[in-house]
């Protein structure tokens, strides 16, 4: 059986995870609220819309990325490679 410790401890992170849920669920609505509060009533469709970019440039975008993260994590891929990771 298991001990009264051992049940008070498990009792103790149930209920605080309980407690953080609901404080954070109460967060997150104040906040959607106030936000939606802030915002006008009407959008317009361009104002929902994201910058249209070809797809030369997504392609352009793409290489930069990989390539400034070979050369940030480059040394550290190497390495575990070498360890057999």
Same mark, same amino acid.
């Given at each position: 059986?298991?001990? /009264?410790?051992?049940? !008070?401890?498990?009792?103790?992170?149930?209920?605080?995870?309980?407690?953080?849920?609901?404080? /954070?669920?109460?967060?997150?609505?104040?906040?959607?609220?106030?936000?939606?509060? =802030?915002?006008?009533?009407?959008?317009?469709?361009?104002?929902?819309? !994201?910058?249209?970019?070809?797809?030369?440039?997504?392609?352009?975008?793409? =290489?930069?990325? =990989?390539?400034?993260?070979?050369?940030?994590?480059?040394?550290?891929?190497?390495?575990?490679?070498?360890?057999?990771?």
């Amino acid at each position: 059986m298991i001990s /009264v410790l051992a049940q !008070e401890r498990v009792l103790g992170a149930a209920m605080g995870s309980m407690i953080t849920g609901v404080i /954070v669920f109460e967060q997150r609505k104040s906040i959607y609220k106030s936000i939606s509060k =802030n915002q006008p009533q009407f959008t317009t469709q361009s104002q929902m819309r !994201e910058p249209s970019l070809g797809k030369k440039s997504h392609f352009e975008f793409a =290489n930069l990325w =990989n390539k400034a993260v070979d050369q940030t994590l480059g040394r550290a891929i190497e390495f575990l490679s070498s360890r057999g990771w």
